[in-house]
């Protein structure tokens, strides 16, 4: 029921809607020799993010209309491939894996006792897809840019200054890494 409703209210990327994300997602798989169906699609949403779901068999990024609007311009296709390689990138790392078992787990989160395990699982998960999309995409520039605009938006990620976010970090300490 979940897919047949995220599915229904969105736009599969295929060769003949946004050809140049499915080019994109066909790159990516080659480079990390992911044989396997993804499926791409992308969703009307006010807010910039992106996020795999894995139902049963069929594994799919959703991405949202914002982000790839900004994105699907030819110099910016970088930005791009650095999102989809990051969610290819933990399929093929097997990140998935655990699906169930971390659904039952984030239901307990409101317990916050799970939390100091969860939390560095899911920061050292993320982090391992976001190497992965740099390696795939090659260049830094644009994977901290599409990594802004996870943080903050495609309007003020021109803004981010990474000495700022490099601060940030240093005040979190152990939990943000």
Known sequence: LLKA???????????HNFPEIYDVLQD????????????????????????LAKFFRTE???????????????DKLLQAKWVIARFVGALKAKHTRFFFIRVIINSLEK???????L????????????????AVCKDLDQSLMAFYKFMVGN???????????????????FFAS
């Open 5 to 15: 409703s995220l599915t229904a209210n969105a736009v599969k990327v295929s060769p």
């Open 28 to 51: 990516v798989k080659y480079v990390l020799d992911y044989p396997k169906d993804v499926q791409v699609y992308i969703v009307e949403e006010g807010t910039v993010n992106a996020f």
């Open 60 to 74: 799919l990024i959703v991405l949202n209309s914002e982000l790839v609007e900004d994105m699907i311009e030819h």
């Open 111 to 117: 317990l916050q006792i799970f939390n100091i395990f």
């Open 119 to 134: 939390l560095p699982y899911e920061r050292a998960i993320q982090y391992s897809g976001d190497q992965i999309g740099l």
């Open 155 to 173: 309007e003020l990620s021109h803004r981010v200054n990474p000495t700022g976010i490099m601060e940030q970090e240093k005040e979190m300490g």
